[in-house]
Nanobody, 125 residues
Framework: QVQLVESGGGLVQAGGSLRLSCVVS????????LAWFRQAPGKEREFVAA????????LYADSVKGRFTISRDGAKNTVYLQMNSLKPEDTAVYYC??????????????????WGQGTQVTVSS
């Protein structure tokens, strides 16, 4: 069983920064891939970034590459999403997700079995 609790969302002006946190509760961390997805009103949930807990290997969506950074802190059982140079199109509910290790990091939301409750990020122009 895995529990995920996100925090850190809010309202920010375009060009600003936010850091999202996801506290992870699990019996065994090393076997999981942790990811961030986002969903804007009327749109499908889309992949943002992912990290393997054991190796810290990362993967990013093209739309956020160079602006967002995913990382993890083993001592705090927390995954972070540092978001810089935010744009109005980054406005969405951001979700933390987890899935046991697979050979290829999944980018489709239906491949993840565990989800947090989401945190709202709003970027004003």
């Amino acid at each position: 069983q895995v529990q995920l609790v996100e925090s850190g969302g809010g309202l920010v002006q375009a060009g600003g920064s936010l850091r999202l946190s996801c506290v992870v509760s699990a019996r065994t961390f090393d076997i999981y891939t942790l990811a961030w997805f986002r969903q804007a009103p009327g749109k499908e949930r889309e992949f943002v970034a992912a990290i393997r807990w054991s190796s810290s290997s990362t993967l990013y969506a093209d739309s956020v590459k160079g602006r967002f950074t995913i990382s993890r802190d083993g001592a705090k059982n927390t995954v972070y999403l540092q978001m810089n140079s935010l744009k109005p199109e980054d406005t969405a509910v951001y979700y933390c997700a987890a899935e046991p290790y697979t050979r290829v990091i999944p980018t489709s939301f239906d491949k993840y079995g565990y989800w947090g409750q989401g945190t709202q990020v709003t970027v004003s122009s």
